[in-house]
């Protein structure tokens, strides 16, 4: 059992900044790969940002140079600071960890993120 929780959503105008946070607790055996995606209604989730068990991270095209992804591992907590925000940046956006020993991933219940012009 591993268990996500995402904090941080909120309104915000645009041009703003929010920081997301997501703790993860249970029984999944030391460090792993997590990330963020988001999901907008009636649309496909589409990936944000990971960072891997080592460090190393990745983003999607829309978001480089305005988001950054860290992770704090003695927090078994994982970040995502989001600058010059636009309204296409609204969505749920969801925690997700993989978890290497289980063979699968698991995700946050999500947080909104809505940003007005």
């Known amino acids: 059992q591993v268990q996500l929780v995402e904090s941080g959503g909120g309104l915000v105008q645009a041009g703003g900044s929010l920081r997301l946070s997501c703790a993860a607790s249970?029984?999944?055996?030391?460090?792993?790969?997590m990330g963020w995606y988001r999901q907008a209604p009636g649309k496909q989730r589409e990936l944000v940002a990971t960072?891997?068990?080592?460090?190393?991270?990745n983003y999607a095209d829309s978001v480089k140079g305005r988001f950054s992804i860290s992770r704090e591992n003695a927090k078994n907590t994982v970040y995502l600071q989001m600058n010059s925000l636009n309204p296409e940046d609204t969505a749920v956006y969801y925690c997700?960890?993989?978890?290497?020993?289980?063979?699968?991933?698991?995700w946050g219940q999500g947080t909104q993120v809505t940003v007005s012009s």
């Open positions: 960072i891997s068990r080592g460090g190393s991270t």
């Open positions: 997700n960890m993989r978890v290497a020993v289980y063979l699968r991933d698991y």
């Open positions: 249970g029984r999944f055996f030391g460090i792993n790969d």
